[in-house]
């Protein structure tokens, strides 16, 4: 009989050995060990990972960590279905692609529930075994989706959320084999119509399956029939189960490229292992680096057994991150330039003597963020974030061994807790007990500066009076914080200038802030959502830093927001219509970022709104007619993006517009002549489109306009005579190479 695994003959175990057997839980001894598991919310503003037994959360400022599954006291209830202690590990976990449900599968349920203490199952050899649930990504209620002596490992979310893939060996009579390898099965998002993949390959390796981008396939890493034990070869599969493809030896699991074209993986070579690309299906194989760290099987030491963790293409498709193992560096590869970037061993920037004087390294899970700027890393005591090409390192969670538990790890990376003592004494907040509000903003504005300034530059503190604080302005009755401003010549610059930390969510706790501007400071990560709390908020200003992510929605729940400035940040996704409710807005800009997709039409709703500019983006799709709405706009500025169509007739109704740059897009068809309406025009730019047809001799009539810049079209006919007055510093119509028309006869 192979070690492990027991015929289940109740009665034959004693109670000792019973309880001996629930404390472990594992998988079979000839498959890849399972290792912890991390993924990042949809939104960049929090991570997800498996450790031990558990499944947390970890916002990526470093302010929370919490467990989403709690786990039940040891042993189990026979009246309760889902909450079994977790005897053994977690596996991988998979995000919902709508971002609210999270897949785990956890080694927690006892085999023939309820009378297990006297049985084993074959395949873990303990009486618990592997199978998958779901659970809220807020938290609540876990919901069990199989039930089975098997083991059910791995699920993954297909890209529409509508099925699940995953491993399993249900498929056999466990105890008639000696080696009860997991084959590929799919199932319907509630648990139901499960359908086996690839029935004629003998087994699938302990790696997460991969759905392709379009979610018509699958990739993963199997043994065909014959072949020998640990020589592992990269297959695809449609969905459906048809057209299974053999795409050659591979010794990590797959990812796929963005685009859905491609696939990496680590294919061992002659000597060594090397990190590879190929087409989807099978050709055009391509070496993008040599693998330097990697582990061999014991029994079998050649590159053809080795181990390397996973391979993860990232979101931007340039550049593939490789985990070799626990005990070797991850590294980044550049997919084009073949350039390295090594992130696994640096050291951890700590106040703690104990974790500085050691490298930070066994990375057990690492993924990208969702663009593609950062990376979080697992390690047996941290959770961290650092830059995709090297660079300081963030905080998020650090393991305390006395309390079994994570624990916040604050972005000073010091876990000592934030002094308030003086909000509440006097020594900050004047007469406090008239003030209590205000004592809450002191304590927020505390933690605010204990994650993000680190307190240099910053002259906060809880023994100063607040209305000394740099940068902080109190107002009404009684007294809290309407202004934080990091952004003037006479406010410390040191505190945050060059520094590279995330926006804390903390600063959502400023209840009646009317003005948050922290422009230029360099800060990261994603605009927190706990933003939209600032209801009383008049003023956001986050320009010139480095902040990603998407716009957050819930910033349209600021209504009484006047000035709206995210420019020259990082910021990727499409703009969110929801924007179009802050009808008090009268400056938005979203200028010199990645936002991408078309701009939304609700924001002709916007009636207040004076100036709107979303330039230099990746913006698609038509410039829409309800701009034309904006009765208030004087600038509207949407040049170098990537607009088609026409433009839109609408715009001429934009009576007080002075400045108005459509340049550097791909718009068509003909200048429209309802541009002459625009009495107040003092600035056109349209260069550079496929603009077509004749110059309107209306715009002629624009007896305001001082700049006119129309090259780089194929525009026809003559240009009017009346344009003849702009200055020809200030357009570019020699440049257009047509003759002016002939005045008109008096």
Known sequence: MRPGFRTRTPGAASAEASRSRRDQCFAPGHLLRLDDSVQWSLDGSAVFFAHGRNVYAATVDGTDVHQLVDPAPRGFD????????????????????????????????????????LSASPLTGSDYQYDIALVSTSGGEPRRLTNNDAYDNFPVWSPDGTRIAFLSARHRELEAQAFARPHLYTMAADGSKVRHLARGLLGVVNH????????????????????????????????????????????????????????????????TVALV?????????????????WEPHRDAP????????????????????????????????????????????????????AASEAPFHGIRAAAWSPDGARLVLVGPRHVVTVAADGGPFRGLAQWHETGESWQPLNLRAGLDPVDVTGCATGAAVPDPEANPGLVTDCATLLEVQHGLAD???????????????????????????????????????????????????????????????????????????DLGELTSLRELHLDANHLTGSIPPELAQLANLEVLILSQNELTGPIPGDLGHLTKL??????????????PPE????????????????????IPPELGQLSSLAVLSLSRNELTGSIPSALGQLGNLALLFL????????????????????????????????????????????????????????????????????????????????????
């Open 302 to 353: 050649g590159p053809a057994h080795a181990w390397i963790a996973s391979v993860a293409w990232s979101p931007t498709g340039t550049h593939i991150l490789v985990r070799p193992n626990d005990a070797r560096p991850a590294f980044v590869a550049g997919v084009e330039d073949r350039g390295v970037t090594d992130v696994g061993i640096v050291r951890w920037d700590t106040e703690h003597a």
């Open 78 to 117: 026979a009246s309760d279905s889902v909450g079994a202690s977790r005897i053994g590990g977690m596996s991988a976990i998979s995000v919902s692609p709508g971002g609210t449900r999270l897949l785990y599968s956890t080694c927690e349920y006892p085999v023939n529930y309820p009378t297990a203490m």
């Open 663 to 746: 340049n550097h897009n791909q718009l068509t068809g003909a200048i429209p002549p309802a541009l002459g309406q625009l009495g107040n025009l003092r600035f056109l730019s349209l260069t550079a489109n496929q603009l077509t047809g004749p110059i309107p001799a209306e715009l002629g009539q624009i007896e305001s306009l001082g700049t006119l810049q129309l090259s780089g079209n194929r525009l026809t006919g003559c240009i009017p005579a009346a344009l003849a007055e702009v200055s020809q510093y200030n357009s570019d119509l020699e440049d257009l190479g047509l003759p002016y028309c002939a005045a008109a006869a008096a």
């Open 586 to 599: 009268r400056d938005l800009r979203l200028a010199a970022n990645g936002l991408s997709g078309p701009i």
């Open 603 to 622: 924001l002709g709703g916007l009636k207040s709104l004076e100036r709107l500019g979303m330039e230099a983006n990746q913006l698609t799709g038509s």
């Open 208 to 271: 997460p399956p991969q759905w392709s981008p379009d979610g018509q396939w699958l990739a993963f890493v199997g043994f065909e029939d014959g072949g020998e034990l640990f020589v592992r070869n990269l297959y695809t599969i449609r969905a459906d189960g048809t057209d299974l493809r053999r795409l050659g030896p591979a010794i990590s699991g797959p990812s796929w490229s963005p685009d859905g074209l491609r696939l990496a993986f680590a294919q061992p070579e002659a000597t």
């Open 455 to 529: 307190g240099a530059g910053l002259n906060w503190s809880s023994d100063r009076p607040i209305h000394e604080w740099a940068g902080i302005a109190l107002g009404g009755s009684p007294l809290r914080v309407h202004e934080l401003r990091i952004d003037r010549p006479d406010v410390p610059r040191p505190a945050l200038s060059g520094l590279h930390r995330p926006l804390p969510a903390a600063l959502g706790r400023l209840p009646q802030l009317r003005v948050l501007s922290l422009i230029a400071n360099q800060l990261t990560g994603p605009i927190p959502r």
């Open 277 to 293: 690309t190929i087409a989807a299906d099978g050709s055009d194989l391509r070496r993008v680096t040599t693998i330097e760290h």
